[in-house]
């Protein structure tokens, strides 16, 4: 698939237009996907050299560009309003990404959100406020966004506020992952198992696990985590 073109960035929504890159199956064949977030700093094409470590076919990999290669600009744990429109925003790139998977014929039982960083937080983000059943989320080196995550209910988007998905909807047992260096000195350990206890108590099959020595990268066993998640969808 070609690049999606490229419009003005909008001071209401920065992210508007960006790239929605693309590897592995074409969408006429593709019978899973995996929306894959970049970090901070980081680049679409970057994040997608890691389908390499990943040998499934039928997968379409879907990974949207950060206007600036940043999604929002203020901490994780920020109060949420300091990062918007650039939330709101990011959201809707997840949204379209989920929307071409959803033209190519695959349901959302069968596309695994992954993001790494900032895209780990966006990558949770989206699925809280948009609950339902599906084939996984990988979030590593990262966690809900806000400044108290204390026991957000699904479809809360961190001000009280609710989506119009219902706060009775649960995950339905989707696979959800939060990996982290314990040592990490850009998220908290503690924010991370609190987002993985989250998607637990709304019906989500999650775990969290903290790395010693990690810092603020991806190790190999989180590479299989991501793998065998994948694997679920074969």
């Excluded at 977030?37 to 997968?59: C, P």
């Excluded at 999604?71 to 809707?92: F, K, Q, V």
């Excluded at 119009?164 to 995950?171: E, L, R």
Aim: aromatic share 6%; net charge negative.
């Amino acid at each position: 698939m070609a690049p999606r073109p490229t419009t003005p960035r909008s001071a209401t929504d920065p992210h508007e237009g960006q790239e929605i890159a693309t590897a592995g199956a074409p969408p006429q064949v593709a019978d899973a996907a995996v929306i894959m977030l970049h970090g901070r700093g980081s680049k679409a094409r970057h994040v997608l050299t890691l389908v390499d470590e990943f040998l499934h076919r039928g997968v379409m990999y879907l990974a949207p560009q950060a206007a600036g290669s940043s999604w929002y600009p203020a901490p994780a744990a920020s109060p949420i309003e300091r990062n918007e429109p650039w939330l709101t925003s990011a959201l809707g790139r997840v949204s379209a990404a989920l929307d071409i998977a959803t033209d190519a014929g695959v349901p959302p039982e069968r596309v695994v959100f992954f993001g790494f960083s900032q895209g780990a937080c966006l990558a949770a983000e989206f699925a809280l406020r948009n609950p339902r059943r599906y084939g996984g989320l990988v979030a590593l080196s990262g966690s809900l966004l806000g400044p108290d995550l204390g026991s957000r209910p699904a479809g809360d988007d961190g001000n009280g506020d609710h989506d119009g998905h219902g706060s009775d909807t649960d995950f339905e047992g989707t696979p959800v992952f939060f990996g982290s260096g314990r040592d990490d000195p850009r998220v908290e350990a503690d924010r991370v198992e609190a987002s993985a206890r989250i998607f637990a108590e709304l019906g989500a099959d999650a775990a969290s696990r903290l790395y010693e020595g990690l810092g603020h990268a991806i190790n190999d066993d989180e590479i299989r985590v991501i793998d065998s998640f994948i694997e679920r969808l074969d």
